[in-house]
């Protein structure tokens, strides 16, 4: 069964739409942006074509313009939904100016669709007579319904940029955090602090790191200090050098990033973790 189909059953009303949308996903802790385009709109998500694959589940910013709004509409949702390049996605945490705005873009669609129904050409002489009045109402309510969306627009446009200064303000104090280490893993909690030595026993997979051909040149060598957050599942979720020769840091981050560990456990419940390692470039390598 396609995505598109699966949609169709929702209770919410669907809204046909083509425009351009930004997802934004965390993978290996760095944001990744991903550009697409929206099939599908409603209060409850979006029906979506991107240019990379997505799993059910993934949890994901979204960012798009509904035509006619001024503002974007910025919001968390969660991946339902996965077929090809399609996906739907469900909105979390909608605001209700969110959801006011989406009702708004959708009352002026049906809105236009009415005004642009042909006239039928088999009128009786009683209502050609009648034509001019008929067309001045029509006018007039054009035009009080010009007036007042413009209204409704100037409230968006305020509400919108609350709405965004919200959403920057969120995204900055999250991004200031994680030079500083405290990053929150996937249970959302701090993570603890480890010995590299005990880690290191539940190492899996480890990625030797590439030696840079300017260092190797240059004869240089030397121990890279990694600063590493591992997930409960036992992906690696952050990684920041501290110390060593700065040449060499690049490759040691790259390499550390694939390690691979078995859960640290606590009590019975595997929790995220923070340690320190020692990427060594011995002379040769």
């Known amino acids: 069964m396609s995505t598109e189909s699966r949609l169709s059953r929702y209770r919410v009303p669907r809204y046909a739409i083509s425009v351009p949308v930004n ?3 965390l993978r ?12 599908n709109i409603g209060e409850g998500g979006v029906a979506v074509i991107l240019a990379a694959e997505l799993r059910p589940g993934d949890s994901a ?6 035509p006619d709004v001024a503002v974007p509409l910025r919001a968390k949702a969660v991946v339902r939904h996965q077929s090809d390049l399609r996906c739907g996605l469900e909105f979390l945490a909608l605001s209700s100016e969110q959801r006011t705005m989406i009702q708004y873009w959708a009352d002026r669609l049906q809105i236009q669709a009415q005004l642009q129904i042909p006239v039928s050409s088999s009128c009786s002489p009683m209502s050609a007579s009648r034509g001019a009045p008929a067309g001045r109402g029509l006018r007039g309510r054009h035009r009080l319904l010009q007036t007042g969306s413009c209204l409704v627009l100037l409230v968006f446009l305020c509400i919108g940029g609350v709405e965004w200064w919200r959403w920057h303000h ?11 280490g405290a990053w929150a893993g996937v249970s959302g909690h701090a993570p603890a602090q480890v010995a590299a030595d005990t880690m290191e026993r539940l ?6 790191p590439v030696y840079p051909d300017a260092a190797r040149k240059a004869k240089l ?3 890279v200090l990694i600063d590493a957050v591992i997930a409960s599942n036992g992906t690696v979720l952050h990684v920041q ?16 990033k694939w390690w691979r560990f078995l859960p640290y456990d606590l009590n019975g ?7 320190t390692f020692a990427v060594g470039f011995p002379p040769g390598a």
């Open 61 to 66: 910013g979204i960012e798009f313009r509904l």
């Open 269 to 275: 419940e595997p929790i995220d973790v923070e340690t």
């Open 221 to 223: 060598e030397g121990v």
């Open 203 to 208: 190492l899996t997979h480890k990625v030797d």
């Open 28 to 39: 290996s802790g760095i944001p990744d942006s991903i550009p697409g385009r929206l099939v």
């Open 241 to 256: 050098p501290l110390s060593g020769p700065e040449m060499l840091e690049p490759a040691a981050v790259d390499a550390v």
């Open 23 to 25: 997802i934004t996903v």
């Open 170 to 180: 969120a995204w900055h104090e999250l991004e200031s955090r994680i030079p500083n």
